[in-house]
Every structure is written in structure tokens, then in C-alpha cells.
């Protein structure tokens, strides 16, 4: 199984923090969002993957480079984010005629993937969500797919498509994929993946749904805290704690971050090279290098190399920021 994991596009709901850094790169739970998807792909013993980059692209390659030799990992480029089912079709060569297995980068898990990888027909995870409006849906019938629809204003069902499709026949998926290109047609200004599943249901393609608990999504600054509680909670380990501090579990602190006469956690991931002196820090992540003194955070997101000094009577920060007092 070749698995593609498309990350080209802009995060600009995690701005500013993706001015800079790719928003698969962001620290989660003590490494990078991406680094959690390809050790469960190397789990699964899936060891070719072509990863669709764009935006700060080359960032993501050194990284993958530097981290994941064991990869056999090439890098496909989507010169404009033009949408999902866009992005496949930039992948389309390095996988050919193989099944593929299409990951979103920006989306943890923790679902059964053996059992998805073991569906014989083509499958695609799904979950109940109170509101299905933001999402692509499906309708199922005797657990496979009969319809899907990208972002409904009245969505036929409660069932939202979480990022993980495992596909079997990709010489129609292409097809139905090219339709759409060629024909321009797109749904909220998009190629849509969705678009091009709904093509090949109705050229008879048989697509189980496959249910999905555990779904961690990324992509905005409240879901990331919430990932990084979720994955802090379930991989739960000692920390070393400072002599003159307290590592509240669960938490990361990297081993290179230098903690003085602060507390730390619970649900704290404290980047490589970071600096937390007098300082209470819960609920937040604290990027590489970046410096917190004097200072107490809750649901804080600080980038790398970033300087937070003193409670919020001095700041600094980038275009789109969010400063919450209360
Ligand atoms: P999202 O729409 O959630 O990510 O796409 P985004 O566009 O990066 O984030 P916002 O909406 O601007 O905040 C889900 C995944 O699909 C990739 C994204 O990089 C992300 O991993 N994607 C999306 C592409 O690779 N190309 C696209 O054209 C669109």
C-alpha cells in the first residue's frame, strides 16, 4: 500500500504560527504533527509514501530527510493549494495504479488501521459530529457508502469524513478526478476529494465506511491544545522534574529545556531548547527555543524562538495573534 499525505496547504487558521513553520511541523505532544503520522504508517509497515507539499515545502523535506531515512518518501509538489482532490492528482504518477492510502496531515488518529488496510473494497473513515455542516458527509447504507457530499448547508446524515481513505480502484479515482479538473468543477472554490469519491460511487465503486473514534484533528489552535492533552494523556510518561520545579503529568519537556523555579503542566509540552523561568504553565505548548519568564499560560500556543516576558505587560506578536486576558 502506498500511502500520500497531502500538507500543502496554507494553515491559516494556525496563524501566525504558520507565517513560519508548516503546519505539519508544529509540536504536538512532544513532536511534530506529521512525525506522529509516519511512526503510525511505519507501525503498519507502509514504508513508501509520497508526501504533496506547497507552501514552506522544502522545511517539511529537510525534516522527513533528517528524521525518516527508513522512508522510502518522495515529494510531490501543488504549485496553489487548489483543493484536496487537487492535490491527489498532483500525486498521481508516484502512485500509478497501486491502492492508495491518503492521510491527511493534519489529522492524529487513534483508529484500528490494520482492520481499515484489511477492508478488500475501498473504505474511508467516518464519525458522528454535532455539526456535519463543516465537513464532507456521507450517507451509508448497510455499512457502505451510497453518498457523499462536501460541506451540505443540510447534511443527509450526521456522519462527517475524517481525512483517512484507503482507495483500491485509483485508475477510476484519476478519472473521476480529471472530470473534475478539466471541467473546472469545484464545490466552495475547491478540486474536492469528495467530489471525485461521489464520481466513483456512482461508476458503482464499492466504499465501506469506516467508523473512526479517535480523531484528532490539527488545523486550529483550540484542537491542537486539545490533541496535545489527548495525546500528553495517552502516552503518559516521567518526567524528569527540575530540582527547584514541578512537572504536573501529563506533560513533555524536552530533554534540552532548561526549567527554573516554575510548574509545569498538567498538559504541557515544552519544546527542545526552550527556557521557562518563575513561570506556571498549563494547557499550552511552548515551541523550540522560546522563552517564557515570569509569566503564567493556559491554552497558550508560543512559537518557536519566541520570547514571552513578564504576565502579558509586554508583548510582541505576529500578524493574526490572539491574546485572551480572561
Ligand atoms: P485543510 O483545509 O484542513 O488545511 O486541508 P489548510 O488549507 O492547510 O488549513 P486552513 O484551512 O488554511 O487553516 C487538510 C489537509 O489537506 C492539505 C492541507 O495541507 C492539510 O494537510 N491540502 C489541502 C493540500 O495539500 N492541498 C490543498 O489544496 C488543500
Known amino acids: 500500500m502506498h500511502a500520500v499525505i497531502p500538507v500543502a496547504g496554507y494553515g491559516t ?3 501566525p504560527h504558520t507565517y513560519t513553520i508548516p503546519k505539519v511541523l508544529l509540536n504536538v505532544a512532544g513532536k511534530p504533527i506529521l512525525a506522529h503520522i509516519l511512526d503510525a504508517l511505519i507501525r503498519h509497515q507502509i514504508e513508501r509514501v509520497t508526501i504533496v507539499i506547497g507552501h514552506m515545502g522544502e522545511q517539511i523535506q529537510q525534516y522527513v530527510r533528517m528524521h525518516y531515512s527508513q522512508l522510502t ?20 504518477t508516484s502512485f500509478g495504479t497501486e491502492p492508495v492510502f491518503i492521510i491527511l496531515g493534519d489529522t492524529i488518529f487513534d483508529a484500528d488501521l490494520k482492520a481499515l488496510l484489511q477492508i ?5 473513515g467516518i464519525k458522528a459530529v454535532d455539526d456535519p455542516r463543516r465537513f464532507g458527509v456521507v450517507e451509508v447504507s448497510g455499512g457502505m457508502v451510497v453518498r457523499l457530499i462536501e460541506k451540505p448547508s443540510e447534511p443527509p446524515s450526521n456522519l462527517a469524513i475524517v481525512g483517512l481513505y484507503v ?9 473521476c478526478l480529471e472530470h473534475l479538473i478539466m471541467r473546472h468543477t469545484t464545490t466552495k472554490g475547491e478540486f474536492q476529494l469528495t467530489d471525485a469519491l461521489q464520481c466513483m460511487v456512482e461508476h458503482g465503486e464499492q466504499i465501506a465506511a469506516f467508523p473512526v473514534e479517535g480523531w484528532y484533528d490539527c488545523g486550529k ?3 491542537l491544545l486539545e490533541t496535545n492533552r489527548f495525546l500528553l494523556a495517552r502516552n503518559t510518561q516521567a518526567v524528569a522534574p527540575p530540582c527547584d520545579s ?4 501529563p506533560s513533555y519537556v524536552a530533554p534540552t529545556a532548561i526549567v527554573e523555579r516554575s ?9 527542545e531548547g526552550a527556557i521557562i523561568r518563575d513561570s506556571r504553565i498549563q494547557n499550552s505548548i511552548v515551541g523550540a527555543g522560546a522563552s517564557v519568564i515570569a509569566a503564567v499560560l493556559d491554552g497558550s500556543l508560543i512559537g518557536n524562538n519566541a520570547i514571552v516576558n513578564g504576565s502579558f505587560h509586554s508583548l510582541n506578536v505576529g500578524d493574526s495573534s490572539q491574546i485572551n486576558y480572561a
Open 13 to 15: 487558521r494556525l496563524r
Open 246 to 249: 514541578v512537572v504536573l503529568p
Open 120 to 124: 478488500p473494497t475501498s473504505a474511508i
Open 263 to 271: 510548574v509545569i503542566g498538567p498538559y504541557a509540552t515544552v519544546g
Open 167 to 175: 482507495i483500491r480502484n485509483t485508475p477510476l479515482l484519476l478519472e
Open 221 to 223: 489552535p483550540e484542537t
Open 73 to 92: 518518501c518522495d515529494f510531490v509538489v501543488q504549485h496553489e493549494p487548489l483543493g484536496l482532490g487537487h492535490a491527489i492528482w498532483c500525486a498521481r
